[in-house]
């Protein structure tokens, strides 16, 4: 759609630095068994322990065939698909991420590649990994409405069965509802619930109204008390805004008191172009996005997953994918955008 047009770009050439690196060791799929139901009855942790980064297709997610994260293929099976995955989380942990955004369609689901697929899923949550599952509508669709009612019922109740006594999986119903009215979706959401009642809500992302770019709709609807709420911003929203100030303003207002619940998964800004998200603003909206988003994240203890920390051709890529077969690595693109991450994250 209009407002992504900056993820079908290709990546420019730039100055990477901060190397991160983490071979690729095959593991058993034995290994990733779900986590004992025992998970499910655990405090649930505050949206602030929630700190990752979106894992996307090549395609923006957006696909009417399978959907296939950087660096994975349809054609690999469940060990090699573990293996890939293994290095790829790693990487991210390398990062200081806990949490990993994949997104899935009913094609990816309800087909064949669900069998190789549920291994990234696996490999992820055995390295203690959250993972986000988030629904995408398909790319001759971009209505931003449920495709297929039936194949997204059947995708859902794949993934529940599969993942609903996995503590560490969430779920999130679908990606940017922006075709329908605030009432529709809201009422969307609610049945979602409904259905899955047996999914503890604190383990349910709804997003916020139209392009997920607003929460508090869906915070004020007593039907979806006890979810998260998933939050978008980008800066491309608003390219004349240079005012660190302005931004915060807006995040601010985006959220109202709905913070506690809030997880901005996702933000995200070029990271192959060389601009220094430390350095002053110098009229870079870029700049005065990322460290208003990165300030927010802080002062307001958001969950926050940066989009994208993998995808290849993405200027907005955190990292570029290294090596070949399992053995796989990560680079970080963007020093200084990674250092706001971590002063996000309060790990700085």
Sequence with gaps: MPRKNHRGTACLAASLAGVTA????????????PAAAASRHASPPPVSDFRGVNWADPRDNYADDAVVPSGLSTSDNY????????????GFAKLGANTVRLPVNPTSVNGPFWKSYRA??????????????????????????IDDQASWDRMWARITTAYGRNGKVYFEPMNEPFGYTSEEWRDVAARWLVTHRSIPRDRVLIG????????????ADSRLNGTRIALHNYGFWHTDWTSVDQWKADFKERIGTCASRTILDEFGASMTTGLDYN???????????IQAATDIIR?????SVYWPGLRNGDTYSLTTLQGTGTRLSLKVNNQSGLDRLHWAWKQK
């Excluded at 983490?22 to 068994?33: D, Q, T, Y």
């Excluded at 060990?79 to 790693?90: C, E, L, P």
């Design 279 to 289: 350095g002053p603003v110098n009229g870079s909206n870029e700049v005065a996005y």
């Design 120 to 145: 990234a899923i696996d490999a992820a949550t055995a390295k203690g990994f959250k993972v986000i599952l988030g629904y995408w509508e398909a790319d001759n669709a971009k209505d931003g409405k």
């Design 299 to 303: 002062e307001l203890r958001l969950g």
């Design 79 to 90: 060990a090699t698909t573990y293996a890939k995955s293994r290095a790829i989380v790693g």
């Design 22 to 33: 983490f071979g690729g060791v095959l593991a058993s799929p034995a290994s990733a068994a």
């Design 208 to 219: 916020g109204f139209k392009y997920s770019e607003d929460v508090k709709p869906i915070c």
